[in-house]
């Protein structure tokens, strides 16, 4: 079985690990979102990409959920002691390595679909790891200048400004007010070499419980993905990232809050839409959004949708993967 699943970072990330407990056999095609990428001290980092890698190589902070496991971090602390910002974002040592083979990589001249591929060569993650582009994809969000103090806050009451996306959801923890969500380059990029041959030839599509807005869909905004999901033959299912009204994770509600997009499991599958999404899966709990769902035009079931541990996990990839063969049937395909 050739799955293909579009992943952002921890939930993307977590769910591939129960994917692969329920199909060890299945030939998986991750596609990564890079909109979350920033440089930092001359650096090309990655946290999504890293920590696919890192969770299915068996070398993850789980606790953390990113970041390497047994860390330490005294090149943050000497980097701090030198006054040199951002002291916001932690790199520990260890993922310091990947950054800087990565960094020097790149500045051969190979592009980041070969470095992540020779990265996991390391790691044999068990899954061909893609990037959604080889091209500069950053994410950023626009917020009011009040809500980031300093002089500029008072000099320009009223403005807004559009500030990367590690600085809201780490330096600010996604507390002021997303009014916009921008991800600079993507009118120009392009699908990563592997990307939408992937696509053509799956047999099931998946998005796990990845943020709608910011990870999936980032790699839903590439030029030529949607299209090509749209095109495919495979069926598309996806799993909630939305239980009782709340994130599992994170804050994706203020970031579907800046795109219009009412923080339920119902409004996200419609906010994917019928002509993407095949199928559907929402948490026991939110059983009474399956109606709105399949109104809609989506196939939808309600399960227990907690990534409590690896089997709850592959027990909602094999229900992912049932819906994806129901809804094959229905269809004629």
């Given at each position: ?151 500029a806050a008072a000099e320009h009451p ?34 990563a070499p592997g990307v939408l041959g ?6 099931v599509i998946l998005f796990p419980p ?124």
């Amino acid at each position: 079985m050739r799955i293909v699943v579009l992943a952002g970072g921890i939930g993307g990330a977590r769910f591939l690990r129960g994917l692969k407990a329920a199909e060890p056999q299945a030939d998986i095609t991750v596609v990564g979102n890079t909109g979350d990428d920033i440089h930092l001290f001359g650096l090309k980092v990655c946290p999504d990409l890293d920590t696919v890698m890192y969770t299915l190589g068996e070398g993850i902070n789980e606790e953390q959920g990113w970041g390497r496991r047994d860390e330490t971090w005294s090149i943050r602390d000497e980097m701090a002691a030198y006054g040199v910002e951002p002291t916001w974002f932690g790199l520990g040592d260890r993922d310091y390595a990947t950054h800087i083979v990565r960094t020097q990589m790149m500045g051969a001249g190979y592009p980041l679909s070969a470095v992540t591929e020779a990265l996991c060569a390391r790691w044999k993650p068990g899954v061909r790891l893609i990037p959604m582009s080889d091209d500069r994809v950053e994410t950023h969000v626009v917020v009011d200048t009040a809500d980031l103090g300093g002089p500029a806050a008072a000099e320009h009451p009223g403005a807004r400004r559009a500030i990367h996306f590690q600085e809201y959801w780490v330096k600010l923890r996604a507390e002021p007010t997303a009014h916009a969500i921008v991800p600079v380059g993507i009118e120009e990029a392009k699908p990563a070499p592997g990307v939408l041959g992937a696509i053509a030839e799956a047999d099931v599509i998946l998005f796990p419980p990845s943020n709608p807005v910011v990870s999936i869909g980032t790699i839903l905004a590439v030029p030529g993905i949607r299209d090509a999901l749209v095109e495919a033959e495979a069926p598309v299912v996806g799993l909630s990232p939305i239980i009782g009204g709340a994130p599992v994770r994170g804050m994706a509600d203020k970031v579907l809050a800046a795109v219009g997009v009412e923080t339920s499991a119902a409004a996200v599958a419609r906010h994917y839409g019928p002509g993407l999404l095949d199928g559907w899966l929402v948490d026991s709990g939110d059983a009474d959004a399956v109606p709105a769902v399949e109104e809609a035009g989506i196939a939808c079931r309600a399960i227990p949708l907690l990534m409590t541990d690896v089997e709850a996990t592959a027990e909602m990839a094999r229900a992912a993967l049932a819906m994806a063969a129901e809804v094959r049937v229905e269809g004629g395909a």
